[in-house]
């Protein structure tokens, strides 16, 4: 499975970015798949993760009520909606997909996952 993230890039503090994940090369739309991201120095950590039917999702407290995660299963695509940017959440962004049946709360880890995308930046500045 090959996972190709596009969409992030430079946006003002208040401003919005979507960022998509496309997978190739097998079928991820029974598993759950997330996002995750790593700023400069520290270490990577869990942005939101969605179940396999998208009728579950786990974020993070440091984005809950501004970044919601979707996915497409006909398209084998999850999304990253991000509003309200703040130049904290700055860092590269992953998406990555596991082959597991895994309840939502496992899929938090990053240890979860089999399947991990190249990562796109996301500035915000202030």
């Known amino acids: 499975v090959q996972l190709q993230a596009s969409g992030g890039g430079l946006v003002q503090a208040g401003g919005s970015l979507r960022l998509s994940c496309a997978a190739s090369?097998?079928?991820?739309?029974?598993?759950?798949m997330g996002w995750f991201r790593q700023a400069p120095g520290k270490e990577r950590e869990i942005v939101a993760a969605i179940s396999w039917s998208g009728g579950t999702s786990y974020s993070a407290d440091s984005v809950k009520g501004r970044f919601t995660v979707s996915r497409d299963n006909a398209k084998n695509t999850v999304y990253l909606q991000m509003n309200s940017l703040k130049p904290e959440d700055t860092a590269v962004y992953y998406c990555a997909a596991t082959t597991r049946n895994l309840i939502i709360g496992v899929c938090r880890r990053d240890g979860s996952y089999d399947y991990w995308g190249q990562g796109t930046q996301v500035t915000v500045s202030s």
């Open positions: 090369g097998g079928t991820v739309s029974r598993y759950c």
